[in-house]
């Protein structure tokens, strides 16, 4: 009975470490660019720039979304490969709301990487089926993005 237990313990930590270790594969796949921090004066300059119209002390926008996807294999057994990029823009009111916004960066980052693993474990029965979806994905990842921010709200607030 122990054995059994121990083996279990053990088995459910390397299901646990392999999981981390895919999604830190799919992470170093998604670059964020710089992040740009810039302080407005008022709260009206905020809600005008974040588009809300309730009190905030601060938002995060992204800029130059970008989904690269290619298609490799042969056969009837074809894969997208993918990376992602994209830029964050903090709009700051108060700087102490700084560390929240940058949890917003972090989800979304997160959201990108699970997307792409998504996309990279889809086969595909030939090179145009394949190709057609990668570049429906590219089309696509402005709206995946605002997808992910809402969900990051949804998540944070």
Known sequence: MLRSVLFSVILLQAVA??????????????????ERMIEVK?????????????WIDACTRFAAYQLSASCSGSDKEWRI?????FTPYMFLLRRSAMLHEKLHVRDVRESAADYLRELEM?????????????ARSVLEFPQQM????????????
Not at 42 to 54: A, M, N, R
Not at 124 to 129: T, V
């Open 42 to 54: 008022t709260e009206t300059e905020l809600q005008g720039l974040c588009g809300v119209s309730g």
């Open 122 to 134: 889809d086969h595909f029965e030939n090179k145009d089926l394949c190709e057609t979806t990668a």
């Open 81 to 85: 490969t993918a990376s992602a990029r």
């Open 17 to 34: 470490a392999a999981a981390a270790d895919n999604r830190s594969s799919f992470l170093k796949k998604v670059d964020v660019g710089r």
């Open 146 to 157: 605002e997808r992910f921010l809402r969900a990051s709200d949804k998540k944070r607030h």
